[in-house]
């Protein structure tokens, strides 16, 4: 079956491991033709290698660019401390260069209106390719933003991690969709889905060790998908219900930053607000195992 999208992933791959099922879920799904990687926030060089592992992994070939740790707000970034532990020999892996923002704007503007991009981090490196050059805004198909809650006042970790970036890109009036912590967390990852993902190959395995280490560091026995839940979004909107478009502005209070709100009309913007949870979960289980080179399913 033909990729009916192409896509970039913009990731802080290595902390949370939903970004690491986002990308095995992307690989996993044939109408995801995935065009390049950018890393995000922190050591970006590290989250750039562990992308190229999981490439090999995957038997997949892509670009991998590094790209901004520092977020334009300044705010001190988190480190869950093990990035990079789960893997043996990664400073081997070889990535393809260390400016994410000029890859995103040349790889969009080479093909616009045709490149989807995934943010799945901090919106760094989103906003600066929007100051580099502004045609960027406009050539970008659709952009799909892992972020923010929309019913409460909870301040999500990647709008408050870089609450500026954040702001440049929904000023900016990109045709988007952004999913936030008020849907994601309508569904979550047990035990029995990840035996099945550990059981599809080394990729798998991999996942399994990754996600069980986030579950050690947090003291539980389940971790929620964000980040394939917003791939998913892409891939499958008939599971989801959206609102209308409008705009998103987010507070930019250096004591507590990253507030957003959504409001209907004036703007390209809308929030998923519903999920069939059943479903998703089960689509982002299928895709991620998928994902694994056959023969060894």
């Known amino acids: 079956m033909p990729a009916t999208h192409h896509v970039i992933l913009d990731t802080d791959i290595g902390s949370d491991v939903d ?16 065009v390049g990687v950018t890393t995000v926030y922190g050591d970006t060089a590290l989250r750039a290698r562990i992308v190229s592992r999981v490439a ?144 599809s190959g080394p990729l798998g395995a991999l996942i399994d060790a990754e996600i069980r280490q986030w579950w050690a560091f947090w003291d539980t026995q389940w971790n929620v998908p964000h980040d394939p839940v917003t791939v998913l979004t892409l891939v499958s909107p008939e599971l989801f219900d959206f609102s209308p478009d409008g705009r998103i502005s987010i507070d930019e209070n250096p004591a ?4 957003a709100r959504h409001t209907v009309g004036g703007g390209r913007t809308r929030v998923t607000r519903r999920l069939d949870a059943d479903s998703v979960s089960s689509r982002i289980v299928e895709g991620i195992v998928a994902t694994a080179p056959v023969g060894e399913q």
């Not at 970004?19 to 995935?34: N, R, Y």
């Open 56 to 199: 090999a992994l995957s038997g997949k070939s892509f670009p991998i660019h590094a790209g901004l740790g520092t977020p334009l707000s300044g705010r001190e970034v988190w480190w869950a401390g093990h990035e990079g532990a789960l893997y043996d020999g990664l400073d081997a892996e070889t990535v393809d260069g260390d400016d994410a923002v000029g890859f995103l704007v040349d790889r969009v503007l080479t093909s616009p209106g045709e490149i989807d991009v995934i943010a799945i981090g901090p919106l760094t490196n989103i906003a600066a390719a929007i100051r580099r050059d502004e045609r960027f805004a406009t050539a970008v198909r659709h952009l799909w933003v892992m972020g923010g809650t929309f019913t409460d006042d909870e301040r999500e970790h990647n709008f408050r991690s870089d609450a500026v970036a954040a702001r440049i890109v929904f000023d900016a009036d990109i045709p988007t969709t952004v999913t936030g912590l008020d849907v994601t967390r309508l569904i979550d990852v047990r035990a029995e889905q990840v035996d099945r993902v550990r059981d």
């Open 19 to 34: 970004d690491l099922m986002a990308l095995a879920l992307i690989l996993g799904t044939p109408a995801l033709d995935l």
């Open 256 to 259: 507590d930053p990253g507030l």
